[in-house]
């Protein structure tokens, strides 16, 4: 009887490059700045490894007619697949999450990483990938 191969993550490959450049970029700053440097060099990354990187991509939300331009700002979008929300905090709370979850249905995306390069090293405890899949995306 054979095994059936592992279903890949939903863009694998590009999270993967994105966490590679993540984790390059903390390499070289090391923690304890803030957001924006991150975002920054982030963004150039991955630019130099391909990537189509937008930043502060602007969110509007819709409300019984009334639209309110503006109403958020994702930190990257990728290859205008993956969003990128960078944090430089302590921890994690759920309030990231749910920002991140907020963003991804708004912006109709999939798939987001939180990044928090204030955690060290990155790849064991910075790093959150989020899947928005089912009804109500």
């Known amino acids: 009887m054979s095994k059936a191969a592992p279903t890949p993550y939903l863009h694998a490959g590009l999270t993967q490059s994105i966490l590679a450049a993540a984790i390059r970029v903390q390499d070289a700053l090391g923690p304890g700045l803030l957001e924006k440097p991150y975002r920054l060099c982030l963004a150039q990354a991955l630019r130099q490894a391909g990537h189509r990187v937008i930043l502060e991509v602007s969110l509007a939300i819709a409300y019984e007619g009334l639209v309110v331009p503006d109403a958020y700002r994702l930190d990257l979008l990728v290859d205008d697949t993956v969003i990128v929300e960078a944090k430089a905090v302590e921890a994690l709370d759920p309030m990231h999450r749910a920002q991140l979850l907020t963003y991804l249905r708004l912006a109709g ?16 405890r910075g790093i959150q990938r989020l899947v928005l899949t089912g009804p109500g995306r």
């Open 109 to 124: 995306k999939e798939v987001g990483l939180l990044l928090n390069f204030w955690a060290r090293p990155l790849k064991d």
